[in-house]
Nanobody
């Protein structure tokens, strides 16, 4: 079965860093647009950062230059380096992949329609 498994979340203090990972199984990430989405309870899921199958990254305005998305298709892994974290980054972060939906679509529509999703990893940033 296709599975995306996120890891790397946790609780950190403001200003610290985390690196999220998403390991795919049951598919090869090469050729997939992938990205990170986040959701706070009671709010809609929002696109956070995407990287297309060619390695071109894109970010939501809310990222504010503090995060870097990358991928290693040889490892079937997607990464999100999160630096200088602030409490506003507190959310559950989900990895998603699709071989058709574009990065722009993911950012604009919260990943709706993306084929594969992970279970999420919680990021909590305390003041």
């Amino acid at each position: 079965q296709v599975q995306l498994k996120e890891s790397g979340g946790g609780s950190v203090e403001t200003g610290n860093s985390l690196r999220l990972s998403c390991v795919a199984s049951g598919l090869t990430t090469r050729g997939y647009n992938m990205g990170w989405f986040r959701q706070v309870p009671g709010k809609h899921r929002e696109g956070f950062s995407m990287i297309d199958s060619n390695g071109n990254p894109s970010y939501a305005d809310s990222v504010k230059g503090r995060c870097t998305i990358s991928r290693d298709d040889d490892k079937n892994t997607l990464y999100l380096q999160m630096n200088n974290l602030e409490p506003e980054e507190t959310a559950k972060y989900y990895c998603a992949a699709d071989n058709w939906k574009t990065a722009a679509w993911g950012l604009q529509h919260g990943g709706n329609g993306f084929a594969y999703w992970g279970q999420g990893t919680q990021v909590t940033v305390s003041a």
